[in-house]
């Protein structure tokens, strides 16, 4: 609901407002509570909190006023919230501002009585207010599908490297680990915009995020990450590593780049065995055999190491949100007309209807431009259906058109022509999104 002004008095002693910055001890204890796994209150969580809050230093995407919660009027306590991270992200090289949804939690006792939609209302409404364009979630099973979400970007990709398989050291270490210090923050900024070409959708990560990853978190957050430079001998600076270290959980690289001159096959197993050398540093006895890279399903080291590194049995997805596919599109226009430039359908001139069963839209070329996009209801005898939201898995490339008719059987494809231009200007990409926490 756009227009709703806050706060707004939902009944029964229910009031719904924006955050401050006074609410910064009673949404550290809400939400250390209300997204602990166990009985006991997550310190991660709560300094994970702490941090977007920007208690001790502005955080580089939110605030106290990015934060919406419900508060009980009889008793003055939190019993529900959630905030938004903006930021930006990229679509080929067409960069467009997202948000992510976190921290979204209501106390037991009063779920099941619409307090996350209300919320969900509010924050949409920022969005189209701020020009955000994306929306994206890191949620339950099946949730968010009731507030416009579709799983649509890959979550949780990875290889596992187990000690058993690990590369043996030989000799010295052919290149070294340092811990990453502010000034570090140009280098690996410059480092991730030049590699990350290599995906269709990223998390723009700039020198200021860098410098707030490197130095302005809590180190007790669950979004915290250890940073560590990796060099030559001389001290010359050819990658980085980042690797997120919880009590209850193995060691696992969220980033690893090198500089295009440097072997991968020589830096991941010095890599790998820092990694491990870090398993046997803690101070439990778990048997933790094994360390994680989460860098999505197609990363350099994967094929640096093929007998080392073993796919993860199980993957995850993000929730997309695109309200707004007719301006998305035309957004996103460059890189669809270069997909077209380069394939059979060079040139193109004419109109791709898109029938979304409840609404559509129209794609109109004039010699391979993307002259125009319309949205209009559509017959079902259009040249291409999609039901629900599964056209965002395409849009993200998430899945070819191939796996969503096989999939979908009112996912239909009826003329040879619009088969070809969706797989033209469609494909499946692989995509790797490291948001900004």
């Known amino acids: 609901m756009t227009g709703m002004s806050l706060p707004h008095d939902l009944g029964n002693g229910l009031v719904l407002r924006q955050a401050t910055i006074d609410d910064h001890d009673a949404l550290v ?9 166990d009985d006991e209150p997550s310190a991660f969580t709560g300094a994970s909190t702490s941090d977007l809050l920007g208690k001790h230093r502005p955080h580089p995407g939110s605030s ?42 209501t106390r037991p006792e009063y779920r099941n009585r619409g307090l996350v939609r209300r919320q969900f209302e509010v924050v949409h409404g920022w969005c189209e207010e701020r020009g955000i364009v994306v929306q994206g979630i890191a949620g339950i099973p099946w949730y968010y599908r009731q507030f416009g979400y579709e799983y649509a970007l890959p979550l949780s990709a990875g290889r596992i490297a187990r000690r058993s398989q690990s590369p043996k050291l ?28 290599r995906w269709l959708v990223t998390a723009v990560r700039d020198e200021r995020v860098w410098q707030y990853e490197i130095a302005g978190r809590d180190p007790v957050s669950d979004s915290a990450s250890h940073i560590f430079v990796i060099e030559q001998g001389d001290g010359t600076p ?20 090198l500089v295009e001159t440097a072997s991968w096959l020589n830096v991941v197993p010095t890599v790998l065995r820092h990694l491990l050398a870090v398993v046997d540093a803690r101070s439990d006895d778990r048997p933790e055999h094994y360390a994680s890279l989460e860098l999505g399903a197609d990363h350099p080291s994967y094929i640096a190491m093929p ?29 669809l007309e270069q997909r077209l430039a380069g394939s059979v359908a060079h040139g193109f001139g004419g109109e791709l209807p898109i029938n979304l069963y409840r609404t559509g839209l129209k794609l109109t070329f ?31 490339g998430f899945r070819s058109m191939a796996e969503l008719n096989l999939w979908y059987p009112d996912c239909r494809i009826r003329t040879n022509e619009a088969r070809v231009l969706l797989d033209v200007l469609f494909p499946k990409q692989p995509s790797f999104v490291w948001p900004v926490w």
């Not at 959630?82 to 939690?105: F, K, M, S």
């Open 29 to 37: 204890e809400f939400n250390s509570i209300v997204h602990s796994d």
């Open 64 to 105: 106290p006023g990015e934060f919406t919660l419900v508060e009980d009027s009889a008793t003055g306590a939190i019993v529900s919230s959630l905030c938004l991270i903006p930021q930006t992200w990229r679509y080929g090289e067409i960069n467009y501002p997202a948000t992510l949804v976190e921290l979204v939690g």
């Open 170 to 197: 030989e000799g010295e270490e052919p290149v070294r680990l340092r811990e990453a210090v502010a000034a570090d923050a140009p280098f690996i900024a410059r480092l991730d915009a030049t590699n990350h070409r």
């Open 238 to 257: 050819i990658g980085y590593v980042a690797y997120t270290l919880l009590p209850d959980d193995p060691p696992w690289i969220v980033s690893f780049e």
């Open 307 to 335: 007998n080392v590194l073993t796919p993860t049995a199980t993957q995850y997805a993000m929730y997309i949100r695109v309200p707004d596919l007719v301006g998305f599109l035309l957004r996103i226009a460059p890189v």
């Open 366 to 396: 004039d010699g391979g431009i993307l002259s125009s996009v319309t949205q209009e209801r559509m017959e079902y005898t259009v040249a291409a259906s999609f039901p629900d939201l599964t056209f965002l898995q395409l849009l993200f």
